[in-house]
């Protein structure tokens, strides 16, 4: 029997009308066309994969009572204990939708510096966030964080449960399961990983390079003094920058080597590999004994030629797969969640304006080809080889300018974001930080995901803008801009002082005033 978790959920505003003949099963909406052979339209998103794009992309939806069905094909979530860095970004939306404190209770704060191709550079000064850190914290954990405050807000979640197929048209998806089970939904959206079965169906192109290296990673226990070990490390790091074996708990340490080649990333890798490797490099295997998990990644990278077909979305790994060198993956995925989640609610509730979907891809697409980028400079500055190491070199003194320092971190963690909005300040376009105003703070005034006017001259409205926008006249914020229209994302869509542009923007962005 597949476990499930399944919660009930509130009653919907959606505008989709109900069908007669289904008034006596609650709950099951029916496009107003929709065939008799077609699955009842149940759902407005159905999500394929429950990790934290998934799960965040699906408590946004909820912010907005959109009904969400999150599939994830695996029966239990996973066991193992991989740490995983939620970077400065990361923490600011956690911040934003009341989510951080939780969170902190279960990880580990580290500086916000070092993290460009292992360069021990450290933080630069005043780094513009509240949150200028990295939160180490166990992948299982910060996945089941992010799942349960789906759940809170309302979405089910089926475990067990693949996608096998789909059938998009005019008025919706029908998805259909492994066990043959038909489901139906308004939007479908890809967030099962690199091997994404949902991409593939869709029939879109995933360009880049296969592995070309890869690399083992584990948690054994260790058969040497703890000083050997720190000792060899510090030896071997000189020149194999991705090697290393770290602490985790009494005798319990994370291992990380390079393989001996590229196999089959379905297969694990065996304790033995771990071995014969560690003897290659270090000339000791360091007694190694008692695996907790044992797995090994690539370099390979590849981005998804579109985010969007139709009423099929992809999002995270199924979007976009790189290197973890900057432990920029997770973090990449949860932001494209931030950015789709309320275009895709007002699409639904069906106040978006015509193209904001579309914005989707022109800002999350980029993005991605700037981490790709980056991770593939990283790459190439691990290589042992003489030329990748003097540039290294040259870069880690670059790295002493605090200009180039800031850049490279600023790029690492997201907070150098900023999104083609047209001409405009420097600002536009860019997140906001979680500046103080009267109420506290900015992020505090998030938590619903609605948009905010911060008006520092208490002489705007957002008038038949509020079902979907809050407006804060605080002449004190610690702003140097008049006002400020924040999208629900956290960032600036426009900057000024009159009415009438402003009315101008929240159209743009909010669709057309209710009545």
């Known amino acids: 029997m597949h476990s499930q978790q399944v919660t009930a959920e509130p009653p919907s505003n959606d505008s989709v009308e109900r069908d007669s003949t289904a008034d006596d099963v609650p709950g099951v909406l029916r496009s107003p066309a929709s065939g008799a052979d077609r699955a009842p339209l149940v759902f407005d998103v159905i999500i394929a994969g429950c990790g934290p794009t998934g799960a965040t992309l699906a408590a946004e939806l909820r912010l907005h009572d959109a009904r969400v069905l999150v599939l994830e094909k695996e029966t239990e979530p996973a066991s193992f204990t991989r740490i995983v860095g939620l970077h400065i970004r990361s923490l600011e939306l956690m911040a934003m939708r009341g989510l951080l404190d939780r969170v902190l209770q279960h990880g580990r704060r580290r500086p916000a510096g070092g993290f460009f191709a292992a360069i021990g550079k450290p933080v630069p000064k005043g780094l513009d966030s509240a949150y200028a850190y990295l939160l180490g914290i166990p992948q299982p954990v910060i996945e089941h964080l992010l799942e349960e405050h789906a759940i809170e807000l309302g979405a089910r979640v089926r475990r067990g449960r693949a996608v096998a197929g789909f059938e998009q048209d005019d008025e919706g998806v029908t998805v259909e399961l492994a066990d043959g089970e038909r489901l139906r939904s308004r939007y479908l959206v890809g967030c099962d990983g690199g091997r994404s079965t949902v991409r593939k169906l869709l029939g879109v192109?995933?360009?880049?390079?296969?592995?070309?290296?890869?690399?083992?990673?584990?948690?054994?226990?260790?058969?040497?003094?703890?000083?050997?070990?720190?000792?060899?490390?510090?030896?071997?790091?000189?020149?194999?920058?991705?090697?290393?074996?770290?602490?985790?708990?009494?005798?319990?340490?994370?291992?990380?080597?390079?393989?001996?080649?590229?196999?089959?990333?379905?297969?694990?890798?065996?304790?033995?590999?771990f071995k014969q490797q560690l003897r290659?490099?270090?000339?000791?295997?360091?007694?190694?004994?008692?695996?907790?998990?044992?797995s090994r990644f690539g370099d390979a990278t590849r981005l998804a030629e579109r985010y969007r077909v139709g009423r099929v979305l992809l999002a995270g790994d199924a979007a976009h797969i790189h290197p973890p060198i900057g432990g920029q993956g997770l973090n990449l995925g949860v932001q494209d969640a931030f950015?789709?989640?309320?275009?895709?609610?007002?699409?639904?509730?069906?106040?978006?304006?015509?193209?904001?979907?579309?914005?989707?891809?022109?800002?999350?697409?980029?993005?991605?080809?700037?981490?790709?980028?980056?991770?593939?400079?990283?790459?190439?500055?691990?290589?042992?080889?003489?030329g990748p190491q003097a540039v290294r070199?040259?870069?880690?003194?670059?790295?002493?300018?605090?200009?180039?320092?800031?850049?490279?971190?600023?790029?690492?963690?997201?907070?150098?974001?900023?999104?083609?909005?047209?001409?405009?300040?420097?600002?536009?376009?860019?997140?906001?930080?979680?500046?103080?105003?009267?109420?506290?703070?900015?992020?505090?005034?998030?938590?619903?995901?609605?948009?905010?006017?911060?008006?520092?001259?208490?002489?705007?409205?957002?008038?038949?803008?509020?079902?979907?926008?809050?407006?804060?006249?605080?002449?004190?914020?610690?702003?140097?801009?008049?006002?400020?229209?924040?999208r629900p994302d956290g960032h600036v869509a426009?900057?000024?002082?009159?009415?009438q542009d402003l009315d101008d923007h929240l159209s743009r962005w909010f669709g057309t005033p209710a009545n």
């Not at 290659?280 to 044992?294: E, N, Q």
């Not at 789709?340 to 193209?355: C, D, H, S, V």
Request: proline share 6%; glycine share 10%; charged share 30%.
């Open 339 to 386: 950015n789709l989640g309320w275009k895709l609610a007002a699409q639904i509730r069906g106040w978006a304006p015509e193209t904001l979907l579309d914005t989707y891809q022109a800002e999350r697409h980029p993005v991605a080809e700037d981490v790709l980028d980056n991770t593939r400079a990283q790459t190439e500055l691990l290589s042992t080889e003489p």
């Open 494 to 499: 426009w900057i000024g002082d009159d009415q």
């Open 205 to 273: 192109g995933f360009p880049g390079e296969p592995s070309r290296a890869e690399t083992l990673m584990g948690e054994m226990e260790v058969g040497v003094p703890r000083e050997e070990v720190a000792a060899k490390v510090t030896e071997i790091r000189e020149t194999h920058q991705r090697f290393w074996l770290r602490p985790f708990g009494e005798g319990v340490y994370s291992v990380v080597v390079p393989a001996a080649g590229v196999g089959d990333r379905a297969e694990p890798p065996t304790l033995e590999d």
């Open 393 to 486: 070199r040259l870069l880690t003194e670059l790295m002493d300018f605090d200009e180039v320092n800031r850049h490279l971190i600023e790029k690492i963690t997201a907070i150098g974001i900023r999104y083609d909005f047209g001409e405009g300040p420097d600002l536009l376009g860019r997140r906001l930080p979680d500046i103080e105003v009267k109420q506290g703070h900015l992020y505090g005034l998030l938590h619903r995901g609605r948009g905010l006017l911060l008006d520092r001259t208490e002489r705007l409205a957002v008038g038949g803008w509020s079902d979907r926008v809050d407006h804060l006249a605080d002449p004190t914020a610690a702003l140097d801009v008049p006002c400020v229209l924040l």
């Open 280 to 294: 290659t490099i270090a000339g000791t295997d360091f007694g190694v004994h008692s695996p907790r998990w044992l």
